[in-house]
Nanobody
Framework: QVQLVESGGGLVQAGGSLRLSCAAS????????MGWFRQVPGKEREFVFC????????YYADSVKGRFTISRDNVKNTVYLEMNSLKPEDTAVYYC?????????????????WGQGTQVTVSS
């Protein structure tokens, strides 16, 4: 079992930055593909970024290219999502997730464990 706890969300003006953290307990995150997803009311959960287990290949959504990045600290057992140049359309609840697969990683169903989410609100 892996328990995930996100933090770092909040209210920020457009153009600002936030860093989300996802702290894990139970098992080392290095053995998992770690993903970040986001969701707004009435819409499906949307893939944002991930880093695969093993080789650490990173994948991201086109909408965050050049603005967001993901990193993993195996000592702290924490994954981060650094978000820069934030836009109002980035407003959502952000979730981190852990899974054992390395293919189809943009699909929520590929992840076994989920955090409770953290709200990010970007004002215009």
């Amino acid at each position: 079992q892996v328990q995930l706890v996100e933090s770092g969300g909040g209210l920020v003006q457009a153009g600002g930055s936030l860093r989300l953290s996802c702290a894990a307990s139970g098992r080392p995150l290095s053995g998992y593909t770690m993903g970040w997803f986001r969701q707004v009311p009435g819409k499906e959960r949307e893939f944002v970024f991930c880093i695969t287990r093993g080789g650490g290949t990173k994948y991201y959504a086109d909408s965050v290219k050049g603005r967001f990045t993901i990193s993993r600290d195996n000592v702290k057992n924490t994954v981060y999502l650094e978000m820069n140049s934030l836009k109002p359309e980035d407003t959502a609840v952000y979730y981190c997730a852990a899974g054992t697969g390395t293919v189809g990683v943009a699909t929520p169903a590929r992840y076994e464990y989920w955090g409770q989410g953290t709200q990010v609100t970007v004002s215009s």
